[in-house]
């Protein structure tokens, strides 16, 4: 096994490996493609799955629920409830019907705004619908995704979240890392993304995969390595990392990267640090890390 569990992720109980895999829906190469490359990743280890509606209109659900056939019971699924406004149950439901399955977790997705998370926690609001559709068996966990740390901190703090989804990497706000030993003591589970911010550390790039614009800033500082950004984010320490494991070459990447893992001490953290935001200058608005 490649990837070995490794903690429990916070108070669900589940004995989770350090990366998990997050969206690889890929239309152009097809559904039973995609579920290839992501049953590659379990069968190396990899036991934390991450899906939502709104990644390629439901496809990145369908390949997980066609990739986990035979698996379910090794992976941890977490799923998106993508438009707050909108009834839960629904959402809930075609969700369901997607993956073939119900997921172990569903969390708000993206709630990024202080006036957003209070919506959500408010009496009656879409929050109490979650946690009455899982006591119907919805789901055993909730929580929620965000590009914002005072949300995350709220979320924490709440007592509502078992899971709380949030930038974790060489180019984050430090709010979000400053609250990984909060959630620990809080027993609420941690999930990070954005090791490689959006793609931009390691490639010229806008973010996923689009190109920069053409008569852009000439970017003279050198991308990072997969190697740098994995040990720098891993070094942070979140339960689980969401990589996007969308290619067998970038497996194997993050793959030899966790085999070569030990903590960076802080002068080492601090040059990745430096590095990634020499990296990220000239290449757009950086969402996830919003002035506080």
């Known amino acids: 096994m490649l990837v070995a569990p490794r903690r429990t992720l916070g108070r669900t109980g589940f004995l989770a490996t350090a990366v998990g895999a997050g969206d690889l829906a890929d239309p152009s190469?097809?559904?039973?493609?995609?579920?290839?490359?992501?049953?590659?990743a379990i069968d190396a280890g990899v036991n934390v799955v991450d899906t939502a509606p709104?990644?390629?209109?439901?496809?990145?659900?369908?390949?997980?629920?066609?990739?986990?056939?035979?698996?379910?019971?090794?992976?941890?699924?977490?799923?998106?409830?993508?438009?707050?406004?909108?009834?839960?149950?629904?959402q809930l439901a075609g969700s369901i019907a997607r993956l073939g399955f119900a997921p172990d977790?569903?969390?708000?997705?993206?709630?990024?705004?202080?006036?957003?998370?209070?919506?959500?926690v408010s009496p009656g609001g879409a929050f109490d619908r979650l946690d009455e559709q899982r006591g119907r068996g919805a789901c055993r966990f909730v929580g929620v995704s965000t590009h914002n740390p005072a949300v995350a901190r709220e979320a924490i703090d709440s007592g509502r979240c078992d899971v709380v989804l949030m930038p974790v990497g060489p180019f984050v706000d430090l709010g979000y890392v400053e609250l990984l030993p909060r959630a620990a003591h809080l027993g609420v589970g941690t999930i990070g993304f954005k090791a490689f911010g959006a793609g931009r550390l390691v490639a010229l790039t806008e973010g996923y995969g689009r190109p920069l614009p053409e008569g852009g800033p000439v970017l003279a500082a050198p991308r990072l390595s997969v190697e740098a950004c994995?040990?720098?984010?891993?070094?942070?320490?979140?339960d689980v990392q969401l990589l996007g494991l969308s290619t067998v070459a970038e497996q194997d990447a993050a793959f030899a990267a966790l085999a070569t893992f030990s903590p960076l001490d802080a002068a080492a953290l601090e040059a990745v640090r430096k590095a990634a935001a020499a990296a990220m200058e000239g290449t757009g608005s950086v969402w996830w890390n919003p002035s506080r």
Do not use: M, N
């Not at 990739?67 to 839960?88: N, Q, S, T």
């Not at 994995?230 to 979140?238: G, K, M, Y």
């Open 105 to 120: 977790a569903f969390v708000f997705h993206s709630i990024s705004t202080r006036d957003a998370w209070a919506a959500l």
């Open 29 to 40: 190469i097809g559904l039973e493609a995609c579920a290839s490359t992501l049953r590659r």
């Open 54 to 90: 709104a990644y390629e209109d439901g496809l990145s659900e369908r390949i997980v629920g066609r990739a986990l056939r035979g698996l379910r019971e090794r992976v941890f699924v977490i799923d998106k409830i993508d438009h707050p406004h909108r009834p839960v149950s629904e």
């Open 230 to 238: 994995l040990h720098a984010t891993l070094t942070l320490d979140a």
